[in-house]
Nanobody, 124 residues
């Protein structure tokens, strides 16, 4: 019943923008921290950004200043705005949920709930 579904990926030119969405169902989003992760071909999955239950955000250094995470609990959706995209941002992007009580979030592969991923390709 608990599901996360990503959408919004696609092909974009370098310097372009995309907005990814993570739609939640089967649970109350308010009680969960949400993380965004990505995995490029041949590379390990890496944390990109996360947002806590209270709205505190964190960004990996490689995306800081370019990506923005936000949440709309009423719509049960978390967003990741991708700006100034670079070819090295190409990856499958996943959202994940964790019932973390902390006021801050962490990027960890131990998040128990994951979506199926959405492909982001940055190429000219």
């Amino acid at each position: 019943q608990l599901q996360l579904v990503e959408s919004g990926g696609g092909l974009v030119q370098p310097g372009g923008s995309l907005r990814l969405s993570c739609a939640a169902s089967g649970f109350t989003l308010d009680n969960y921290a949400i993380g965004w992760f990505r995995q490029a071909p041949g590379k390990e999955r890496e944390g990109v950004s996360c947002i806590s239950r209270g709205g505190t955000t964190y960004y990996a250094g490689s995306v800081k200043g370019r990506f923005t995470i936000s949440r709309d609990n009423a719509k049960k959706t978390v967003y990741l705005q991708l700006n100034s995209l670079k070819p090295e941002d190409t990856a499958v992007y996943y959202c994940a949920a964790e019932a973390r009580l902390s006021t801050v979030c962490v990027l960890s592969k131990t998040y128990p709930y994951w979506g199926q991923g959405t492909q982001v390709t940055v190429s000219s």
